[in-house]
């Protein structure tokens, strides 16, 4: 197949690694990639954001498949723009993207469907928000509607500080006030054609930047998968991936479709697993990053064929994705000053002696190529992976790949899937 993959993260890298493993040979291409993709995938310039210009070139290059990355060509309508002229192409249009975009739309969507979630209201006005609060109690869960890129949600203990966050974003617009959920949190992603699901294999992701889940609130800073505190709670991970597909996934695709406005792509769900069952925070209209960079290796399938039967209405054939018994862990390298204001320009070193470590492999993100060198142009700069008989395995990979690369400043979480680990 002639398939072109839209966005520039290690969750691009990730999904185009997966398909170049596969036993059938692509011509792949991706728009706008980085360095990293630029060494698996033939990178186009073109803007990925830009629903004329992607459908224009996937007409005049033959592709035989689109995959959406990132959120932002879904909400600037990329999808629609392909689908009308007849293009395959994984990832939702405008109106059902709205599920990760409008967080008022998901809650309405939720309770159509009847999918458990959190109590939440929506304040208009500071007397609402303090009202809200009150009425939830502590902790406190504000919510910016609308994209916010992690940074418009704060969960906190402190009273005045969740009034003081709804003020940031009362101006743009009402926020929500949400129960706080308490328990692990799981992602697991759904394959979705509209009509019919296929769950992948839970991961979970690290999003607080610091150890110990302090400091702000990131992208993601790793993840592992699979969870072996799923057997203990659920007697196994197929008992958990079943209840969640039946309970929350298979009624909220069927509710959008009757909406008329179907989801076809991935269905992200974030869960929280409490006492009082498996709940959903959010959920996304895309792969997770860096969630999908443990769950595509473990892929023993092939994903082309996957993403293509999804994205041509044709799940209801398919059998249940399977997943191999071995680990993955990632740990995100991120560059100084990260999330606020990453420094950008710094040299990485020793990325070779870093895949050399067994079992690892790298997915990059914001990397460019200046002659010989490698510098880190963004954020989170790339994810390390590594994978293993178990988590303990992999998690030592990960961390001895981690330590052999030079990173002025780099920043990374010393603590992904410890927990896991301990048991
Ligand atoms: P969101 O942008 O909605 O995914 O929220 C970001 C993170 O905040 C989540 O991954 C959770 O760690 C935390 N969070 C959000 N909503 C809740 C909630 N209702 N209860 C507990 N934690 C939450
Ligand atoms: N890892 C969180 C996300 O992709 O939104």
Do not use: C
């Not at 809650?107 to 928000?129: C, F, N, Q, S, W």
């Not at 709804?166 to 328990?183: I, K």
């Not at 390298?333 to 470590?357: I, M």
């Amino acid at each position: 197949m002639r398939i072109l993959v839209l966005g520039s993260g290690a969750r691009e890298h990730a999904i185009i690694l997966a398909l170049r493993a596969e036993a059938t040979e692509h011509a792949l291409f991706a728009a706008p990639g980085n360095a990293g993709i630029g060494q698996d995938a033939v990178l186009v310039d073109l803007d990925a954001n830009d629903p004329a210009a992607v459908t224009a070139y996937a007409n005049e290059h033959a592709i035989d498949l689109v995959v959406i990355g990132p959120e932002a060509p879904l909400v600037a309508g990329v999808a629609d723009s392909l689908r009308e002229r007849g293009i395959p192409v994984f990832g939702p249009g405008r109106a059902a993207a709205q599920l990760e975009g409008s967080k008022a739309f998901a809650k309405r969507i939720m309770e159509t469907a009847g999918v458990p979630t959190g109590r939440a209201v929506r304040a208009h006005t500071l007397d609402e928000v303090a009202a809200a609060l009150d009425d939830l109690g502590a902790p406190h869960v504000v919510k910016a509607d609308g994209l916010a890129a992690g940074k418009g949600v704060i969960v906190t203990p402190d009273r005045d500080a969740a009034l003081a966050h709804a003020e940031t974003y009362l101006p743009t617009g009402p926020v929500l006030v949400e129960e706080f959920l308490d328990g692990p949190e799981v992602s697991l992603f759904f394959l979705s054609d509209g009509d019919h699901v296929l769950p992948l294999s839970p991961a979970q992701d690290f999003k607080r930047l610091g150890d110990g889940d302090t400091g702000p609130n990131t992208g993601g800073m790793g993840a592992y998968s699979p969870l072996p505190w799923l057997d203990e709670r659920f007697g196994g991970e197929r008992t958990f991936v079943d209840r969640v597909t039946a309970e929350i996934a298979e009624p909220v695709i069927g509710r959008l479709d009757a909406e008329g406005t179907p989801f076809i792509g991935l269905l992200y769900a974030g869960l929280i697993v409490t006492d009082d069952g498996v709940k959903v925070i959010e959920f996304n209209a895309r792969f997770g990053d860096p969630e999908t960079q443990v769950v595509l290796p473990r892929l023993t399938d092939p994903l082309s064929e996957l993403l293509l039967a999804a994205a041509s209405g044709n799940l209801e054939d398919h059998d249940l994705p399977a997943f191999s018994d071995q680990a993955a862990v990632a740990v995100v390298l991120a560059s100084e000053g990260y999330p606020e204001h990453p420094v950008t320009g710094r040299e990485l070193t020793g990325l070779d002696a870093a895949s050399a470590v067994e079992g690892v492999h790298l997915a990059h993100a914001a990397t460019t190529r200046d002659g010989e060198v490698l510098r880190a142009i963004g954020g989170r700069v790339l994810s390390v992976v590594a994978l293993g008989a178990d988590i303990a395995e992999s998690r030592d990979r990960a961390y001895r790949a981690v330590s052999e690369i030079g990173f002025e400043g780099g920043q990374y979480r010393t603590d992904i899937a410890a927990l896991a680990v301990a048991g």
